[in-house]
T-cell receptor
């Protein structure tokens, strides 16, 4: 595997379910990101991790819970979601966060539908 | 915080013509401006970027211009081809983790 991979690619869940999204980067980067992409809206940055520590949380509801066990893996745990949370969830990585201006490499995304 | 606007939201051009997409930003501290292309079913991919110490950058058929005084930057694609059809996003960053994207432009290149 190369680049940034995400699983699953598609997910349908009920509002009472608990599920997790997984992201893995094979680029040796130190920073990883979660974005939400909704129809007709800009990409919304949700979380930023640098060397496994969370450095940014853009007022994301607590029903989204990120986890970064090491610099190559990033998870997004989901519970009691709402239909408006249906979107494409993109993971990205970059070499560093500090002194940035670095290219962000994106995964293909997970298309989430909440019923 | 930073706010990035992007126009037009949709753009159709004939194959071989040029396409121009414009973005404006609000935070004068922003100094890194990438452009991403997103094809159907894929994540965004960087196609070109420019930093605040440069006014123009070119890579084959793609060019980006930056006007820091007016706080706007533009993407220029010449000799468009059908494979250029995609959604294009601009972004502005202040070299930290503050990456703000524009809403995107859907470009259609008609054969």
């Amino acid at each position: 595997e190369t680049g940034v991979t995400q699983t699953p690619r598609h997910l349908v869940m009920g509002m009472t379910n608990k599920k997790s999204l997984k992201c893995e980067q094979h680029l040796g980067h130190n920073a990883m990101y979660w974005y939400k992409q909704s129809a007709k809206k800009p990409l919304e940055l949700m979380f930023v991790y640098s060397l496994e520590e969370r450095v940014e949380n853009n007022s994301v509801p607590s029903r989204f819970s990120p986890e970064c066990p090491n610099s190559s893996h990033l998870f997004l745990h989901l519970h009691t979601l709402q239909p408006e949370d249906s979107a494409l969830y993109l993971c990205a990585s970059s070499q560093d966060v500090q002194g940035g201006g670095d290219e962000q490499f994106f995964g293909p995304g997970t298309r989430l539908t909440v019923l | 915080g930073e706010n990035v606007e992007q126009h037009p939201s949709t753009l159709s051009v004939q194959e071989g013509d040029s396409a121009v997409i414009k973005c404006t930003y609000s935070d004068s501290a922003s100094n890194y401006f990438p452009w991403y292309k997103q094809e159907l079913g894929k994540g965004p991919q960087l196609i070109i970027d420019i930093r605040s110490n440069v006014g123009e950058k070119k890579d084959q058929r793609i060019a980006v211009t930056l006007n820091k005084t007016a706080k706007h930057f533009s993407l220029h694609i010449t000799e468009t081809q059908p494979e250029d059809s995609a959604v294009y996003f601009c972004a502005a960053s202040d070299y930290g983790q503050n990456f703000v994207f524009g809403p995107g432009t859907r470009l259609s290149v008609l054969p």
